[in-house]
Antibody, heavy 118, light 107 residues
Framework: EEQLVESGGGLVQPGGSLRLSCAAS????????MNWVRQAPGRGLEWVAY????????FYADSVKGRFTISRDNAKNSVFLQMDSLRAEDTAVYYC???????????WGQGTLVTVSS | DIQMTQSPFTLSASVGDTVTITCRAS??????LAWYQQKPGKAPKLLIY???GLKSGVPSRFSGSGSGTEFTLTISSLQPDDFATYYC?????????FGQGTKVEIK
């Protein structure tokens, strides 16, 4: 069974940092590009970051560029999102999403909640 | 950036109805559009890709169409399991963007 399991969310103060992890199983992780997509409470979906299979190509949304870093470890079947200089507007459920190969998302994890508040 | 605008915001319908959700793009593109279903507290699920391609395992009552700046998702013979929020997403160009969502409610 294919699975994506996110972890690492929690409460953090403005200006703080958090590192999200997403563990994949049930499919050949190293063959898939991966993304992070977030959803603020009661709001819609916002794509955040993309990483290619090797990690050599990375894209970010303008809203997080320079503050967030996506990375992956194919040996550990995991993708990560390092979030620095967090702001209240970064409060959201963060989903790990598998890329179809064409930049739409064919499988999603259950999400992890990040709350930025003092 | 390509802005995606869905209509309506909310749609009230009954079991058995046929409903249509529209997604309009701020720029024209071919068929690089996906549709997702999301239920409360759950992750989105892919329904349609490339505007009209049905993901394996998705019921055939879901269909998509369109190109250019207007795309539609149609649900024929609405079932109780279909009451959810639906999002379109363009993947024609970076950054990939979503519509704001359409909530399909029970009338």
């Amino acid at each position: 069974e294919e699975q994506l399991v996110e972890s690492g969310g929690g409460l953090v103060q403005p200006g703080g940092s958090l590192r999200l992890s997403c563990a994949a199983s049930g499919f050949t992780f190293s063959s898939y590009e991966m993304n992070w997509v977030r959803q603020a409470p009661g709001r819609g979906l916002e794509w955040v970051a993309y990483i290619s299979t090797s990690g050599s190509t990375i894209f970010y949304a303008d809203s997080v560029k320079g503050r967030f870093t996506i990375s992956r470890d194919n040996a550990k079947n995991s993708v990560f999102l390092q979030m620095d200089s967090l702001r209240a507007e970064d409060t959201a459920v963060y989903y790990c999403a598998r890329d179809s190969g064409s930049y739409y998302f064919d499988f999603w994890g259950q999400g992890t909640l990040v709350t930025v508040s003092s | 950036d390509i802005q995606m605008t869905q209509s309506p915001f909310t749609l009230s319908a009954s079991v058995g109805d046929t409903v249509t959700i529209t997604c309009r793009a701020s720029q024209s593109f071919s068929n690089w559009l996906a549709w997702y279903q999301q239920k409360p507290g759950k992750a989105p699920k892919l329904l349609i890709y490339k505007a009209s391609g049905l993901k394996s395992g998705v019921p055939s009552r879901f269909s998509g169409s369109g190109s250019g700046t207007e795309f539609t998702l149609t649900i024929s013979s609405l079932q109780p399991d279909d009451f959810a929020t639906y999002y379109c997403q363009q993947y024609n160009s970076y950054p990939w963007t979503f519509g704001q969502g359409t909530k399909v409610e029970i009338k």
